[in-house]
């Protein structure tokens, strides 16, 4: 059922260099195997182009697995710092230097707009899930969110051999963000009635150096809100610095989540650092969303304002017609604020402490 690869053409090794050096021509020529054992003894699937699911190497470790989980990256195809960070596990893995003991779901999200160097193409892939790719015109971007929200369905509707299970489910959706912030690394940490939040997720966060963490209830068409809603996983959008070209990130700015990932994925807790320290992460909640309704639509904010930039009760921030927003709470702190999204989308978050 798993047949040997060759090992000069390791699934994991090969998992970003095939989607970023490969001209189309070539893909499409090439006969690229859809599972097989890699040389580490990791046993892998490939779904689509940068989707591997990957099962422990000996039927001890798999029959010990703690979590369905996913990992996520590429949403956007200019966040490559969280994509380094998962090609250098993936390697590691099938290097021998990493011993892998949980079912992972490794999604490259956007692979086009990887390949462009580009934030998206036509859509925004983090804005098409929960359905709303639905309410778009057919596009390459529309039918990658289709496909990922059913890939996705079929991961945890069992294990793999196909059984149904209900391990604990957990995904990690890594960004890096287009604007700098007062917290340089923080967790948007999406509830339902179902999944509420919890100390000890946030905790976990904390461990791997997250600073902050908004915490929200409200629906969302964002991956983790998704995967949050949908399967009840405990889900989490990390965004983990600024925006860089591959090759120009300061990967040591990133141990702390890089470190957590790889405890967790080799069997151990994520919050278990070596330092021994006890790390805390701001907490704040969601207290409105500006939503740009009309081409109207003026964000009274600074272009290169931060992220959690605080501002007063009596502060107009927003005006669209004749509606306006205006800070009701003593301080609210904006997150996200991008005057120039499309009709209906959230043009900035407000957040209170929690």
Request: proline share 6%; charged share 25%; net charge negative.
């Amino acid at each position: 059922m798993f047949p040997m690869t060759d090992a000069n053409r390791s699934a994991l090794r090969h998992w970003l260099s095939d989607i970023r050096d490969d001209a189309p021509a070539a893909r499409e020529s090439r006969e690229t195997p859809t599972e097989g054992i890699d040389a580490s003894g990791v046993r892998w699937k490939r779904h689509a182009e940068g989707v591997l699911e990957l099962i422990p190497a000996d039927a001890h470790a798999a029959a010990a697995v703690r979590f369905d989980a996913v990992l996520s990256c590429g949403i956007h195809g200019d966040e490559t710092a969280p994509i380094e960070i998962v090609d250098g596990i993936l390697r590691d893995i099938a290097d021998g230097r990493l011993a892998l003991r949980e079912r992972v779901l490794v999604i490259l999200g956007n692979p086009d707009a990887v390949r462009a160097g580009k934030r998206y193409l036509e859509y925004d892939l983090n804005r098409l899930f929960q359905g709303a790719h639905a309410k778009r015109a057919e596009s390459p971007v529309v039918q990658r969110a289709r496909e990922l929200e059913v890939i996705v369905a079929q991961y945890f509707a069992g294990d793999d051999e196909g059984t149904a299970t209900r391990r604990p489910r957990r995904h990690v959706d890594m960004h890096t963000a287009i604007r700098a912030s007062l917290f340089p690394r923080f967790a948007v940490v999406p509830g339902t009635v179902d999944v509420p939040h919890t100390d000890a997720w946030i905790d976990t966060l904390a461990a791997a150096d997250i600073d902050a963490v908004m915490l929200t209830d409200q629906p969302s068409v964002t991956f983790s809100y998704f995967t949050c809603a949908s399967f009840g996983a405990e889900s989490c959008t990390l965004e983990l610095g600024k925006v860089e070209p591959f090759g120009q990130n300061r990967l040591a700015d990133f141990a702390g989540i890089d470190a957590a990932l790889r405890r967790w994925l080799s069997g151990g807790e994520m919050d278990a650092r070596d330092d021994g320290e006890t790390k805390q992460a701001q907490r704040f909640r969601v207290a409105a969303e500006i939503v740009r309704r009309t081409n109207a639509f003026v964000l009274d904010v600074p272009a290169d304002t931060p992220n959690f930039t605080p501002y007063t009760a009596g502060t107009v921030l927003a005006r669209d017609g004749e509606n306006t927003y205006t800070v009701s709470h003593p301080v609210e702190r904006i997150v996200f604020p991008n005057p120039n999204v499309a009709n209906g989308l959230r043009a900035g978050v407000m957040v209170v402490p929690a």
